[in-house]
């Protein structure tokens, strides 16, 4: 079954929580990659690979908030719901489920789609982010552990920002199967 893949409601999601945590989902010391899950999420992406930790991409509902804070019970999510590597290279290769095509220009992008930082150019991606508009072919967008809104999409103003940054861009595909 064809699924269509919601870029506003994937927006409008990172333009809602951008600032704060869903009290629906656990929330991370480094949040960027769960909150980009989450918005792909809210554009309809199907979830995959469940309960393999290492395929697919995928949370339960599993965890919850206890008295003192979450608690989070072992294998609720899979490593790329979460961890910015992890799901650059669950897109680099997704067949099926949430899929993406990875492009080489920042002006190929359009709202709902994401963004790896490799801050340090060495391989390892350090930070992802989601699309949320685009003006005269330049992104810019939303993001968690240091929230931010409307941002340009090159971070040349963040303290993480490197002479060697490297930028990994990847359009979602408009329908999943």
């Given at each position: 079954?064809?699924?269509?893949?919601?870029?506003?409601?994937a927006v409008?999601?990172a333009?809602?929580?951008w600032n704060?945590f869903?009290p629906?989902?656990?929330?991370?010391s480094?949040?960027?990659?769960?909150?980009v899950s989450?918005?792909?999420?809210?554009?309809g992406?199907p979830?995959t690979?469940?309960?393999d930790?290492?395929?697919?991409?995928w949370?339960?509902d599993?965890?919850?908030a206890?008295?003192?804070?979450?608690?989070?019970?072992?294998?609720?999510?899979?490593?790329?719901?979460?961890v910015?590597?992890?799901?650059r290279?669950?897109?680099?290769g997704?067949k099926?489920?949430l899929?993406?095509?990875?492009?080489?220009?920042?002006s190929?992008?359009e709202?709902?789609?994401?963004?790896?930082?490799?801050?340090q150019?060495?391989g390892v991606?350090d930070h992802s982010v989601i699309v949320?508009?685009?003006?005269?072919?330049?992104?810019?967008?939303h993001?968690?552990?240091?929230p931010?809104a409307?941002?340009?999409y090159?971070y040349?103003?963040s303290?993480?920002y490197?002479?060697?940054i490297?930028?990994?861009?990847?359009k979602?595909?408009?329908?999943f199967y």
């Amino acid at each position: 079954m064809a699924i269509r893949y919601d870029r506003e409601a994937a927006v409008r999601y990172a333009e809602t929580w951008w600032n704060s945590f869903n009290p629906n989902y656990p929330v991370f010391s480094v949040d960027c990659t769960n909150f980009v899950s989450q918005a792909l999420r809210a554009g309809g992406a199907p979830m995959t690979g469940y309960p393999d930790r290492g395929k697919g991409w995928w949370i339960t509902d599993g965890w919850k908030a206890g008295a003192r804070g979450y608690h989070y019970p072992r294998e609720t999510w899979s490593y790329s719901w979460a961890v910015s590597h992890s799901l650059r290279w669950y897109l680099e290769g997704a067949k099926t489920g949430l899929t993406a095509k990875r492009v080489y220009s920042p002006s190929e992008l359009e709202p709902g789609d994401v963004i790896f930082y490799d801050f340090q150019g060495n391989g390892v991606i350090d930070h992802s982010v989601i699309v949320t508009s685009v003006f005269d072919g330049i992104p810019y967008v939303h993001a968690h552990t240091g929230p931010s809104a409307n941002r340009h999409y090159d971070y040349s103003d963040s303290y993480a920002y490197t002479p060697n940054i490297q930028y990994y861009f990847y359009k979602i595909d408009d329908i999943f199967y």
